[in-house]
């Protein structure tokens, strides 16, 4: 159980272009689900935390406006890149948190994300 | 604010010996503390967790780690590594009650030599 997917694994995209990655709680239901990026041979920076019905809440010096979150149901939360850069190319992962297991977050496999 | 230090950004060690990874956090509340394990160009895998309950928690692959709340320590340990042991290791505290929020350690990368 606690499986988390994401989509796609990985994405490649000429730069100017949005993208966007999709994270699904596949056994349960989330109402909180979170972003994570993860640049080269670093740990993984906070960017949002998405709540289903409501805005997400960002991080301090995440750009709302470049990454836009959509929780629209209790299993599917969307991050769109907007605009995307070579900057932007990193590592994406989700996690969702269960409240039925101590709100543990179970993560999903990442997304590479590439801009050339 | 909570936070997590790995003091060891990079541990070598040879095959078949024993190994600590160190982790430190500060937190003013109880917290939950975890370890993941990620392999090139892969996710994150969970290896053990702190909830409550006994302090020396058992994890997969012959892990366990102690948390110690006097030293605010959760260090992982492995008996004997093998070379497929060789991956990042990353130690995370999450505050209970609190935001859930997840904050991860810088990492330790584990290579394990032959």
């Known amino acids: 159980g606690a499986v988390v997917s994401q989509h796609p694994s990985w994405v490649i995209c000429k730069s100017g272009t949005s993208v966007k990655i999709e994270c699904r709680s596949l056994?349960?239901?989330?109402?909180?689900m979170f972003w994570y990026r993860q640049f080269p041979k670093q740990s993984l920076m906070l960017m949002a935390t998405?709540?289903?019905?409501?805005?997400?809440?960002?991080e301090q010096g995440v750009e709302k406006d470049k990454f836009l979150i959509n929780h629209a149901s209790l299993t599917l939360s969307t991050l769109t890149v907007t605009s995307a850069h070579p900057e932007d190319s990193s590592f994406y992962i989700c996690?969702?948190?269960?409240?039925?297991?101590?709100?543990?977050?179970?993560f999903g496999p990442g997304t590479r994300l590439t801009v050339l | 604010a909570q936070s997590v230090t790995q003091l060891d950004s990079q541990v070598p060690v040879f095959e078949e010996a024993p190994v600590e990874l160190r982790c430190n956090y500060s937190?003013?509340?109880?917290?939950?503390l975890f370890w993941y394990v990620q392999y090139p160009n892969q996710g994150l895998q969970l290896l053990l967790k702190?909830?409550?309950?006994?302090?020396l928690v058992k994890g997969i692959n012959g892990f366990e780690a102690e948390f110690n709340k006097s030293q605010t320590s959760f260090h992982l340990r492995k008996p004997s590594v093998h070379i497929s042991d060789t991956a990042e290791y990353f130690c995370?505290?999450?505050?209970?009650?609190?935001?859930?929020?997840?904050?991860f350690g810088t990492g330790t990368r584990l290579k394990v030599l032959a």
């Open positions: 995370a505290v999450s505050e209970n009650p609190g935001t859930y929020k997840y904050i």
């Open positions: 996690s969702a948190r269960d409240s039925s297991r101590s709100n543990e977050q179970f």
């Open positions: 937190s003013s509340v109880s917290v939950y």
């Open positions: 702190y909830l409550s309950g006994s302090t």
């Open positions: 056994d349960f239901q989330a109402t909180t």
């Open positions: 998405s709540n289903e019905g409501s805005k997400a809440t960002y």
